[in-house]
């Protein structure tokens, strides 16, 4: 259970992170590195191993409470985590595809040894957002993103939005291969609330 709900945890983080990025031009630079780290740490033996610990994911523990207690500030996260969930059961049957995705996220995760760890992850996300656009944005639904035009005309920001969308997706497929999926999200509720909040004490 404590797996499950930090792979959903995981699904909110990025989709916070999205929701922040397009209304803000910012976002929480922590949570967004635990994000992008986890779309290369394809092999983990823990969920808690994929997103660096516990306490990397917070951000997503906290908005995923948010939601389950029908806090209405999340609205968009929730509509973007759903979004993500129905593309995940496609994406499980696009073999090539995840072929395509997995042998670039690879190459990308060597880039920019030498730069400084923003600059790197930066560069990162731009490859990321290449590879999004190249394959997932192709799949429906379309996740379109709400947010206000000067943000989601800025390049590093939609780089970064594409990245973390990814990230989400990763989540969302981490989350059904624990055994998660709509009916526990519908019926299992208190269990997850029980797991979020000891996470939250951890």
């Not at 997503?60 to 029908?70: H, I, K």
């Amino acid at each position: 259970m404590k797996e499950r709900t930090l792979a959903l945890a995981g699904i909110f983080q990025a989709t916070e992170l999205v929701r922040q990025a397009a209304n803000h031009g910012t976002w929480s630079g922590y949570a967004a590195s635990s994000s992008l780290q986890s779309l290369f740490k394809l092999e983990a033996d823990t969920t808690e191993e994929i997103y660096g610990g516990v306490a990397k994911v917070r951000l997503g523990v906290e908005t995923m409470m948010g939601v389950l207690q029908g806090d209405n500030r999340y609205t968009e996260s929730l509509r973007y985590t759903v979004g993500l969930l129905q593309i995940e059961k496609k994406f499980r049957r696009a073999g090539s595809m995840q072929e395509q995705i997995g042998n670039r996220l690879k190459e990308i995760s060597q880039a920019g040894p030498e730069l400084e760890q923003h600059e790197r992850e930066d560069l990162q996300a731009h490859d990321i957002s290449s590879l999004y656009s190249d394959t997932i944005s192709h799949m429906s639904p379309r996740i379109v993103v709400n947010g206000k035009p000067q943000y989601l005309r800025n390049e590093r920001t939609v780089d970064w939005v594409r990245t973390l969308l990814l990230a989400g997706l990763r989540s969302a497929i981490l989350w059904s291969q624990m055994g998660g999926g709509r009916f526990e999200l519908m019926f299992g509720r208190k269990k997850i609330m029980r797991e979020a909040e000891s996470l939250l004490m951890g």
